[in-house]
């Protein structure tokens, strides 16, 4: 029997806004997926979010990778990704939590799964490895890598370095395609459920935008949410994220300078309240605006078009005209962050050779 059950917890990490430095860290890639634990023990295999709850049924092909290892019982920790062509795709992720088991089944055979490994928690001699040392574990689990995982071809090692150089190298190569960088304390043992010990930091990005609308606020009368959009090449105006974070002092004046604004059509692209699994009952209760304000804002990820999360508004630009808030500022370009399984830390000189492919 294994000595962890399905519901242990997995280490958490603490947002920072640096990198810690010192011989005491450890620096990995930050991966654009879903947490998880899975557990094996002979037949048997559960595969749990960080939350705890069961992620078999949605990736059934990971389920048959785990059972496909030699070793007869293991616990690791990892990520979940899904590649798309030479991209990470945070979108065919999503579409895996689906209701019928027939759809789950399609999406796995088009765009299979890869579970992204980072840690050992039990060997498969059955031995907890919980209490030992970061140092220790990643030393067991690269002896396990070259085992078991480099046999199947749905598990991959995650590249660890110990220099803070090393890791913000891969920014500089992979741009966007990185999620951000986790730092982890070597001489610590596995902190489950906790956030001490392991940092995580994500280069936010900026960018102008044109306010295309705006909601109130649930049972207000003031602006709750800014709908922020960007030109394409055509000159359409496209919905690609919201911001909420104007401050409660100024909402009754921003509220009366938008009413100002109120026209349609707004955004003449993708606009809110299209079908989408983001879609809420309140999608469709915005104000089209007159395209005339402009905002700066900081996100972390634009994928499939949009924000990934709200974007946090930085300050007003009425010093920038609206045909300049274009999707060019977003749609960066971006190495594939699987590149990093070529060679641990990757070289420049190869990343380049492998985008102009």
């Not at 962890?4 to 920072?16: F, G, I, N, Q």
């Not at 030992?132 to 002896?143: D, F, K």
């Not at 966007?176 to 010990?197: C, F, H, M, N, W």
Request: charged share 25%; glycine share 8%; aromatic share 8%.
């Amino acid at each position: 029997m294994l000595p962890l059950t399905p519901d242990y917890r997995a280490m958490e990490a603490k947002l920072v806004p640096s990198l810690p430095e010192g011989p005491q860290w450890q620096y990995e890639p930050k991966w654009d997926g879903f947490r998880c634990l899975a557990f094996k023990e002979s037949s048997r295999v559960a595969l749990r979010s960080k939350s705890g709850q069961p992620l078999d049924r949605y990736f059934p092909e990971i389920v048959d990778a785990m059972l496909a290892l030699n070793a007869p019982r293991c616990v690791l920790d990892g990520e979940l990704v899904v590649p798309e062509g030479d991209v990470l795709s945070f979108d065919q992720l999503l579409m895996r939590i689906h209701p019928a088991a027939s759809r789950v089944q399609k999406l796995s055979r088009e765009h299979p799964a890869l579970y992204v490994v980072f840690d050992l928690l039990v060997d498969e001699r059955g031995k907890s490895l919980v209490d030992a040392p970061l140092s220790q574990r990643r030393l067991a689990l690269e002896r396990f890598a070259a085992r078991e995982l480099n046999r199947v071809p749905s598990f991959r090692l995650s590249p660890a370095v110990r220099s803070r150089k090393e890791a913000n190298a891969w920014f500089e190569v992979l741009g966007s395609g990185l999620d951000g960088i986790v730092a982890k304390r070597v001489d610590l043992p596995y902190q489950s459920g906790e956030r001490t010990g392991v940092q995580k930091y994500k280069r936010m990005r900026t960018a102008d935008c044109v306010v295309g609308g705006f909601r109130y606020g649930t049972g207000s009368k003031l602006v709750g949410s800014l709908l922020l959009g960007l030109f394409d090449a055509e000159g359409l105006l496209h919905h690609v994220g919201f911001a909420s974070n104007i401050p409660a002092s100024e909402r009754e004046i921003v509220t009366r300078e938008l009413e100002k604004l109120v026209a349609a059509p707004g955004f003449t692209g993708r606009a809110p309240g299209g079908p989408s699994r983001w879609s809420t009952e309140r999608s469709g209760e915005w104000k089209p605006l007159q395209t005339k304000l402009v905002l700066e804002v900081q996100y972390d990820q634009f994928s499939g078009g949009r924000f990934r999360h709200g974007a946090k508004l930085l300050r007003w630009r009425p010093d920038k005209a609206p045909q300049q808030c274009t999707l060019a500022q977003v749609e960066q370009e971006s190495a594939q962050a699987l590149a990093l399984f070529d060679a641990g830390a990757p070289k420049k000189k190869a990343l380049r050779a492998r985008r102009s492919a």
